[in-house]
């Protein structure tokens, strides 16, 4: 296992294009992470007022809130690490790196493994970055404290955590399937923030389908699935009521997702001619 997950580092250590894409997810997240209280900001300087409230007091980065609040923004550059778990994947299929591990005496087996291990090292140093923003940040900005109230609601970056593991691994078998790498990364693009959301608003809102089987139907979606694990949670500054935990219903459902997108990257390694 070890063996594999340093074969990996080897693949991807000297590519110029990983570290890009590496580069701009971090941006993203120090973007995100901070990017709140400086539009609060530009907010006030530009006279905004909500009924004679301050934006700038709003508490977006108090404890335990602050955990839902970066991780939802966060899930959205999901889609940088998955770019690399594509990229990686087309260019074993490419070059025959692939193939090449498998007469060196690697089972496909082992590198089903290695790549499941590195989305889960890219999960979780991923959601360290999390973890890290959300508390300097909170530290600074937090009208809250205390160890209680700090490591509260935790349970988001674990969510976290596991949506990009589960939204990886769709990446990794559409890589499969499709083959080429710039197809498959304009694909997931517009069916996680197109097609999917698009299809899920249709049947859950409109009122031939509102009420029926489809609206029903909606909640198993894979991309909608994940994105309900973390719902929207800036309703509450609005005195709204919101999903402040994470769905376990969505966690089964994504989890089952899971188990057909391994099974089928199995099945497709199994089939395919290495050799």
Not at 22 to 41: C, D, T
Request: hydrophobic share 55%; proline share 3%; net charge positive.
């Amino acid at each position: 296992m070890i063996r594999a997950l340093k074969l990996e580092w080897l693949k991807i250590k000297n590519y110029r294009v990983f570290w890009i894409l590496i580069s701009m997810y971090l941006l993203a997240l120090v973007i995100i992470a901070s990017g709140g209280g400086l539009f609060l900001a530009w907010l006030k300087s530009e006279g905004a007022d909500f009924n004679g409230i301050d934006p700038t007091i709003v508490p977006i980065f108090d404890f335990p809130d602050i955990w839902q609040n970066i991780t939802y923004l966060s899930s959205f550059a999901k889609i940088f690490i998955a770019f690399m778990v594509i990229i990686s994947v087309n260019n074993d299929l490419t070059y025959n790196t692939l193939r090449q591990n498998i007469i060196d005496g690697l089972s496909k087996k082992e590198y089903l493994a290695s790549k499941l291990m590195m989305i889960v090292s890219l999960a979780a140093l991923s959601t360290l970055f999390v973890f890290l923003s959300g508390f300097i940040n909170g530290m600074l900005y937090s009208h809250v404290r205390g160890m209680e109230v700090v490591f509260a609601k935790t349970q988001f970056l674990f969510a976290y955590f596991y949506e990009i593991a589960v939204y990886c691994s769709l990446a990794f078998l559409l890589s499969l399937l499709i083959k080429k790498s710039g197809f498959v990364i304009v694909a997931l693009f517009l069916y996680t923030f197109m097609f999917e959301p698009i299809a899920v608003a249709v049947f859950e809102n409109a009122p031939y389908f509102k009420g029926g089987v489809m609206s029903q139907i909606a909640q198993y979606f894979p991309i909608n699935a994940l994105n309900n694990l973390i719902s929207v949670p800036f309703g509450r500054y609005i005195f709204r009521e919101i999903q402040d935990y994470v769905s376990v219903k969505s966690f089964l459902i994504s989890f089952g997702w899971l188990l057909v997108y391994i099974l089928s990257i199995s099945y497709i390694l199994n089939k395919k001619d290495l050799k």
